[in-house]
């Protein structure tokens, strides 16, 4: 079982619908989880990183994590054409190792 | 301040050729790593350098692929003998510290394609 699992999509809505982005993690030290954001063409940026379990708003986007299901989510509300792009999670290992990604799902918003 | 660069943005070569890959981390970070990524196999690290320690290389995949890190900022992937596998988007990116919840600056890549 690999490390973390994404559904790669692609995932195609309307504009204005909630979308909904999920990972599962199989490595119970990870205390991290973030979500990056890639345009097509362009290096993936940081969209949201969460500590410990719960949820974490920033405007439109919500980030939820669950580590008694090992299941991180992230929710898009009323999504815009702009927001499609690949999304990928992302977890630090404990102690000195690198981010460990998903794979990324691919996401359009057709207007 | 200007993010993360790397040249070139494109690069084509033939199977067996050496290939050299530039990364210019944003400038004061101390960390900076290496990411390939390939068509449906997501982000896979391939080595990191941090401050003036020894870079951890344990995720190269062969002994075809290296790196450095002159003067603490910038990077040279090098792959020797290119095989038609290794074509992929090289990813570079930069961190200032090393550790649990650095954010990591991602460059735009380079699309390596091996003929």
């Known amino acids: 079982q690999k490390e973390v699992e994404q559904d790669p999509g692609p995932l195609s809505v309307p504009e204005g619908a909630i979308v909904s982005l999920n990972c599962t993690y199989s490595?119970?030290?990870?205390?991290?989880f973030m979500w990056y954001r890639q345009y097509s063409r362009k290096g993936p940026e940081l969209l949201m990183y969460t500590y410990s379990s719960g949820n974490k708003e920033d405007g439109r986007f919500t980030a939820q994590v669950d580590k008694s299901s090992k299941y991180i989510s992230l929710f898009i509300r009323d999504s815009q054409p702009s927001d499609s792009a690949t999304y990928l999670c992302a977890m630090p290992n404990s102690g000195n190792t690198p981010l460990v990604f998903g794979k990324g799902t691919r996401l359009s918003v057709i207007a | 301040g200007a993010g993360v660069s790397q040249s070139p943005s494109n690069k084509v070569t033939e199977k067996g050729k050496d290939v050299e890959l530039r990364c210019d981390p944003i400038s004061g970070h101390t960390a900076l790593y290496w990411y390939r990524q390939s068509l449906g196999q997501g982000l896979e690290f391939l080595i990191y350098?941090?401050?003036?320690?020894?870079?951890?290389k344990s995720g190269l995949p062969s002994d075809r692929f290296s790196a450095e890190r002159t003067g603490g900022s910038v990077s040279t992937l090098t792959i020797q003998r290119t095989q038609q596998e290794d074509s992929a988007v090289y990813l570079c990116?930069?961190?200032?510290?090393f550790g649990l919840g650095e954010t990591q600056y991602f460059g735009p890549g380079t699309r390596l394609l091996v003929l």
């Open positions: 350098f941090q401050g003036n320690s020894a870079p951890d």
């Open positions: 490595n119970s030290a990870f205390q991290y």
């Open positions: 990116a930069s961190s200032f510290l």
